[in-house]
C-alpha cells in the first residue's frame, strides 16, 4: 500500500507529514515510524507528522519522534500544518489545542498558557520552578517551564562553549523529570533577544525548537531579563515569541513546504 507524504520544515526542523484527515492511514507502529524518520534507510525527518480529523478542533496532530515516541508539542511542526492549512486553524494536540494563521510571508502560532507549577513540568519532588536549586556540572540552577512540553532553561555566558551533546541526554533523563525533559542553553544577547540551543527530548540536538523558543523566552521575560516580543536566535534561524504574563503565547516565523513523494508501506514494517 502506498501512502502520500510532504515533506516540510521550520527553519531546518524537518518533518514528514502523512494527512489522514480524509482519507484514513493504516496504523504505523512505533518501528514503523523510526524507519521512516531514519536519515539513511528512511525517509529521514526530526518528527513524523500524522494529521487526523477532530471533534475538538480543526484538525488533529500527532508528533513522533525519531525513536517512533510520540511527543506533546512541536511548535515548527505547528507553523508547517498552519502553512499547509492555508486559513486560520485550529490544531488539537496532546498538549492542548493550539492556533495557527498566517503571518506576512511566515506562520503566527498562539501555543497556549505557560504552567510552571512543578506538578505541571512534571518534576519527581517539590521545588521552585523559578530557580531550581540542582546543576550538572556547569549547568547550574535552571528554572522549568511546561509549554505543551516540558523544558529547563539554563542561561549561559557562551552557548557554543556548552557540550549540550553530552549533558543534554543526562539531564534529560534524570529522575528528577518523571517523563523527561527537553534541555535548552540560553545566552542574552540584548534588550530583547537571545541564542539558544536545544537538546530534544527523544530526538537530540535540534536546528530549531518552537517550543524551546517559546520557554527560554518566557522564562527571560518571567524572570525580568529580556523585554516582550523576543527574537530567539537558533542555529536554523530566528523565531519571534510574545507573552505578557499572563496571556497567551505567540510564536511567528517562517515554514516552508519541500517535496512531496510517497512510499511503500511495507517496506517499513
Known amino acids: 500500500m502506498r501512502i502520500p507524504f510532504i515533506k516540510m520544515h521550520g527553519l531546518g526542523n524537518d518533518f514528514v507529514v502523512v494527512d489522514g484527515r480524509t482519507e484514513p492511514v493504516p496504523p504505523l507502529g512505533t518501528s514503523t515510524r523510526a524507519a521512516l524518520a531514519d536519515r539513511h534507510t528512511g525517509i529521514g525527518c526530526d518528527q513524523l507528522i500524522l494529521l487526523e480529523p477532530s471533534d475538538a478542533a480543526d484538525l488533529r496532530m500527532r508528533i513522533f519522534n525519531p525513536d517512533g515516541q510520540e511527543a506533546s508539542a512541536c511548535g515548527n511542526a505547528a507553523r508547517a500544518v498552519g502553512l499547509l492549512a492555508g486559513q486560520a486553524t485550529s490544531i488539537e494536540t496532546k498538549g492542548g489545542i493550539i492556533h495557527a494563521r498566517r503571518d506576512g510571508g511566515g506562520v503566527a502560532v498562539e501555543m497556549g498558557h505557560p504552567r510552571f507549577d512543578w506538578q505541571d513540568i512534571p518534576l519527581a519532588y517539590p521545588m521552585d520552578t523559578a530557580a531550581m536549586p540542582v546543576g550538572w556540572e556547569d549547568l547550574q540552577s535552571p528554572a522549568a517551564v511546561n509549554v505543551g512540553n516540558p523544558h529547563v532553561v539554563f542561561f549561559v555566558d557562551d552557548v557554543a562553549g556548552v557540550p549540550l551533546h553530552r549533558l ?72 519571534h515569541i510574545t507573552w505578557h504574563g499572563d496571556g497567551l503565547i505567540t510564536m511567528t516565523g517562517p515554514a516552508a513546504e519541500t517535496f512531496r513523494g510517497s512510499f511503500e508501506l511495507e517496506d517499513y514494517l
Do not use: H, M
Not at 196 to 224: M, P, Y
Open 168 to 239: 543534554g541526554p543526562i539531564v534529560e533523563r534524570d529522575p528528577l523529570f518523571p517523563d523527561a525533559v527537553n534541555v535548552s542553553v540560553a545566552q542574552i544577547t540584548g534588550p530583547a533577544s537571545l541564542e539558544l540551543r536545544v537538546w530534544e527530548r527523544g530526538a537530540g540536538l535540534t536546528r530549531a525548537c518552537g517550543t524551546g523558543a517559546c520557554a527560554a523566552a518566557v522564562i527571560a521575560l518571567r524572570q525580568r531579563r529580556l523585554a516582550s516580543p523576543v527574537a530567539v536566535s537558533l542555529p536554523g534561524g530566528t523565531l
